[in-house]
């Protein structure tokens, strides 16, 4: 069956660091783009950042430029979102994703669809 399974989130301090992964199981994830979203209360689900299929290719919003770093281990169909300098307003649920791109290995955009979630892990900054 097709799953992406989050884990890696909780509470930490506002400076603190984070590390979430999504192990992807019944395909093969470095087929495919890797998103990562979140959302906040009262908020619209925001894009993070993404990934290329080839991992060499990324795009980040302004908002995430600098503390938010994807990634991707081919040997454990994982990605990963590492997120430092943690801030209160991180405060969100979060989200990976991932969209099948047959031809293009060198690209990823938030603004396409995406095509498989993960169920979604919490992330609480405070102190």
């Known amino acids: 069956q097709v799953q992406l399974v989050e884990s890696g989130g909780g509470l930490v301090q506002p400076g603190g660091s984070l590390r979430l992964s999504c192990t992807a199981s019944?395909?093969?994830?470095?087929?495919?783009?890797i998103g990562w979203f979140r959302q906040a209360p009262g908020k619209f689900r925001e894009g993070i950042g993404c990934?290329?299929?080839?991992?060499?290719?990324?795009h980040y919003a302004d908002s995430a430029k600098g503390r938010f770093t994807i990634s991707r281990n081919d040997d454990t169909n994982t990605a990963y979102l590492q997120i430092n300098n943690l801030a209160p307003e991180d405060t969100a649920l979060y989200y990976c994703?991932?969209?099948?791109?047959?031809?293009?290995?060198?690209?990823?955009?938030?603004?396409?669809?995406?095509?498989?979630w993960g169920q979604g892990i919490q992330v609480t900054v405070s102190s």
């Open positions: 994703a991932v969209a099948y791109n047959r031809y293009q290995t060198d690209w990823c955009a938030l603004s396409r669809t995406f095509d498989y």
């Open positions: 019944g395909f093969t994830l470095n087929l495919y783009i």
């Open positions: 990934l290329s299929r080839n991992g060499h290719v990324s």
